[in-house]
């Protein structure tokens, strides 16, 4: 595919995420008028704050529960991931046997529990999100990788997962690209859906339970209040406002934390995802992709892809950049460097879609870790707590993530809080300029190691003996 071509084809691409740009999008819930009380206060209105309201108030229908989001529900990571809902809480198996070896059994059923209740959660509340579960077919493009998927299929196996290894006729029966050499489809732990209207279906089952929604009502503030804790609010039109509240659950995501001490456990990383136009029959035909498994390939620097209800191929990845400072900018949601990337590979994976073009193009945050899952914790003498650094994966760990904080808030010894996963921390990353130094060492070591056959050069190999990461 010529530059020109990939140039015409993203010409017309709206510059906004595609699953928030829909006539179906919910009217912003007015800001919070002034001062308030609660008996549990959540702030951030992402997947994390709304599981953790809506799990609240249904534990407790008498609990007072209010929600602030600075700006409306799912506008963020929430309403801009791919839309895959996986079943792991550790960042995949691998990842989750390295580094919780003596509890990866119960964190995988854990995971697969609450899989499970998210898809009753849909059905219950009759939440049109276009949730299937139609699993993950993880693809090799370089000879190398075969091997890993072998080794990912024997691992999987062992835990009980229902996975089927592809060879390369196999897989590309399922979708057909000319850049695969084989596959494996994990069959029934991950869930497609779309993901803005989960979060907006998630927002109404919160509002029809009593819990009060503000949005557009950005936390300026939180103090300690004689034996609560103390909110001060600003209304997008400039109101202020304030919220003194018993309990407090922090649910931010990679925005700048509330508390400083999460700020040398997570980095704002951008995202990047292209949609195309609807595919007619005729090309649909030719890719296949009737189950509709989502879709990534297994290089460090990796894309994922999917299929969306009305037809269109979602594809993002590759690029996880990080900005000095952990600087954050409605700006940095477009990166036309990486759009035309992102494009160019769309075109080598599916050249038989040649005449395709774009219909948006988009980034945002995710906060990761350097564990590449969540870590949980509590402040102000346990009526606060946190959870944080899910690393792309949040789209089903955040429900899981959000039971842990309310088993905090509730101070009490459960089955959840007792696990390694939680009561665990990991390592910080660096201060600035180290952080920065470090993870472009780090970005530009995975491209040399996707350019030589896996091959990890001696940072990467550092960074694995001492648990250290950085992904997307």
């Known amino acids: 595919m010529t530059a020109p071509s990939t140039g015409r084809a993203l010409a017309d691409a709206v510059r906004a995420p595609y699953w928030l740009d829909r006539p179906e999008r919910p009217d912003p819930l007015p800001p919070l008028p002034g001062p308030a009380t609660a008996d549990l206060l959540v702030i951030g209105g992402g997947y994390s704050g709304l599981w953790a309201a809506l799990l609240a108030k249904q534990a407790d229908p008498a609990r007072d529960v209010l929600l602030v989001e600075a700006g409306t529900c799912g506008w963020a990571a929430s309403g801009r991931n791919g839309g895959f809902c996986a079943a792991s809480l550790t960042h995949g198996l691998a990842n989750g046997v390295q580094r919780f070896p003596d509890e990866i059994g119960t964190l995988e059923r854990l995971g697969r529990e609450n899989l499970d209740a998210i898809a009753a959660t849909v059905a219950e509340h009759r939440i049109d ?59 029934d732990r991950v869930a497609m859906l779309d993901p803005a209207r989960l979060a907006w279906g998630l927002r109404r089952a919160c509002v029809d339970l009593g819990v009060r ?19 001060r609010t600003v209304a997008a039109d400039g109101s202020p406002g304030a919220v003194r509240a018993t309990k407090v659950v922090l649910a931010t995501n990679a925005f700048p934390p509330l508390l400083r001490r999460l700020r040398a456990w997570i980095v704002p990383v951008y995202d990047y995802a292209l949609t195309t136009e609807p595919l007619t029959p005729a090309q649909r035909d030719a890719v296949g992709w009737r189950n509709r498994q989502g879709l990534a390939d297994t290089g460090n620097q990796f894309h994922y892809y999917r299929i969306t209800d009305d037809g269109r191929i979602l594809f993002g990845g590759y690029d996880a950049v990080y900005h000095y400072g952990n600087r954050m900018t409605p700006t940095l949601d477009q990166r036309d460097a990486t759009f035309t990337a992102l494009a160019r590979h769309f075109f080598t994976t599916f050249p038989q879609l040649a005449d395709v073009r774009f219909s948006h193009r988009w980034g945002g945050v995710i906060d990761t870790s350097t564990r590449f899952c969540a870590f949980f914790g509590t402040a102000y003498s346990g009526r606060l707590a946190y959870a944080a650094g899910y690393t792309g994966l949040g789209v089903g760990a955040t429900r899981f993530g959000a039971r842990v904080m309310l088993d905090l808030l509730d101070g009490v010894e459960s089955p959840l809080t007792q696990l390694d996963l939680v009561r665990s921390r990991p390592l910080p990353f660096p201060p600035e300029p180290a952080r920065a130094v470090g993870i472009g060492l780090t970005r530009w070591s995975m491209a040399r190691a996707d350019a030589r056959q896996g091959r990890r050069n001696l940072w990467l190999r550092t960074l694995d003996r001492f648990d250290l990461g950085f992904d997307s």
Not at 215 to 230: K, Q
């Open 129 to 187: 999100c276009d949730f299937a579960r139609t699993g993950e077919l993880s693809v090799a493009v370089e000879p190398y990788q075969l091997d890993g998927l072998a080794a990912d299929a024997a691992l999987a196996g062992r835990y009980g997962h229902d996975v089927s290894l592809l060879d390369a006729d196999e897989v590309r029966a399922e979708v057909n690209s000319p850049t695969y050499l084989g596959g494996l489809w994990d069959r």
């Open 213 to 231: 929604v503000h949005e557009h009502t950005r936390v300026t503030g939180l103090y300690r209040d004689s034996g609560a804790l103390f909110t």
